[in-house]
């Protein structure tokens, strides 16, 4: 069987290698068929500026040019990300216009962390004006937990939360596809805007992935015709229809979604006595933790293991058996507490007579860090230490004292990754001292 690089723009069926950039382009030529195979006329609109962990995606992009000519899909490279948003935004008013040549404009921003925040006002005004019926805007944010290339280490869960864009979150290559898809759906149905949170470790892996399976089951819901952008909304008609008509259509939504969480160990009434959440790429790391920690290869009937890919708005509804059930929950996120919050949130409102953890444990003593990656023996010795308070058989191990603190992450040394622009773009003249800034030059 002859095996090509461009497999993974291709193929509908067998296997296919790819990466995390890819996926995202893969992810608007599916877009494209599908609205084709639908009876819709659309076209696809990409842009952004590029930074790492998506430093490669305008190559990836510029290099599948013919395949997304084919689609209609038009790329542009943006000045800056808020310019990328800009453009964007203004895609979806398409529909306002007399005889528009095409039904919708599907389009995509991508960027990193700090271009997240410089594009948070153009988002914002994208986000509280609504898209078009058949358009849909995904926002592709790559986030860098470490400051392997940034010069800080980044979170953009908090940023998607003040913007009001729900956001999926893929634990791998082969979720991105499925769950970029579920997002322009959910784009269209609510009238947001809907993000991916796409971290290091999964823009820069590669994958095999079933090319049969891109395409999840959506909820079948018929949309609000209130939801979708109009002409010339005042501020405060906008503001109120994002939360009180598009956000609640999301949660919605939510509700019947299969992409929103994964069960990995189900609850089980009257046994489950410690509830895990996973939130996004750390669940790949609990679930190898389980597999380690309890007998017979992570079965069990007194632990249940749920991963959340949809950080916010929390799908409460398919974790109310956790929250009702389990004598304790354990939420594992990595960086600052955002789904343990939401999760505090519920259960004082509804009056949940159980123990949660996360960040601290229920007597309030350090138990995750807020900062960094977290490690597999991070997350080994904390299931360890709750399971200890529940009586929970596990495999004996050497070593389960609590890591309260990880390792210094080593100081990297001032280079350029291969193939940077930088290498050639940024000079200093002898003696000059080059002070900080936003990029990777400074580091």
Known sequence: ????????????????????????????????????????????????????????????LGKAKSFLDEEGIYFQPAVNEELA???????????????????????????????LDRAMDALRHANQGGVAPHGGMVIAVGDDPTGKSSTLAYQSDQNFHSLGIPYFFPKNVSEIIPMGLEAFALSR?????????IVVDTADSNAVVDM??????????????????TKHDPAGARESKLHEIRLPEVQKWCAKSENAVQIYLPVKKGKTRLGIIGVGKIA?????????????GGKSNTVA??????????????????????????????????????????????DRNMLLSGKTNPDGENLLPSYG????????????????????????????SLVKKLDEIPVRQPYYCAGCPHNSSTKASDGEIVGMGIGCHPI
Request: proline fraction near 6%; charged fraction near 20%.
């Open 373 to 400: 990656e977290l490690s597999l023996e991070n997350i080994i010795n904390v299931i360890a230490e709750r399971a200890s308070h529940h009586s929970i058989e596990l495999n004996p191990l050497k070593e389960l």
């Open 189 to 197: 149905y609510s009238g947001c805007c809907v993000g991916l949170k």
């Open 284 to 296: 790949n790391e609990i679930n190898e933790a389980l597999i380690t920690l309890l007998p017979d």
């Open 85 to 115: 948003a800009t453009a964007l935004w203004g895609s979806q008013h398409i529909n306002l216009y007399d005889n528009p040549s095409v039904q919708g404009v599907f389009s995509m921003w991508y960027g990193k962390g700090p271009g």
């Open 212 to 229: 049969s399976r891109l395409r999840p089951n959506f909820p079948k819901m018929k949309p609000n015709k209130l939801v979708h952008v």
């Open 1 to 60: 069987m002859e095996v090509k690089l461009t497999d993974c723009y291709t193929l509908s069926e067998g296997k296919a290698l790819m990466s995390g950039t890819e996926a995202l382009v893969r992810l608007l030529l599916e877009q494209s068929r599908i609205d084709r195979m639908n009876g819709l006329r659309t076209k696809g609109l990409v842009s952004g500026y590029p930074g790492s962990p998506l430093g490669g995606l305008d190559i990836a």
């Open 305 to 350: 293991f749920t991963a959340l890919n949809m950080p916010w708005p929390l799908p409460e509804q398919s974790l109310s058996d956790m929250l009702s059930i389990a004598e304790e929950v354990l939420v594992i996120e990595e960086k600052r507490s955002f789904v343990e919050d939401q999760i505090a949130k519920i259960c004082v409102k509804k």
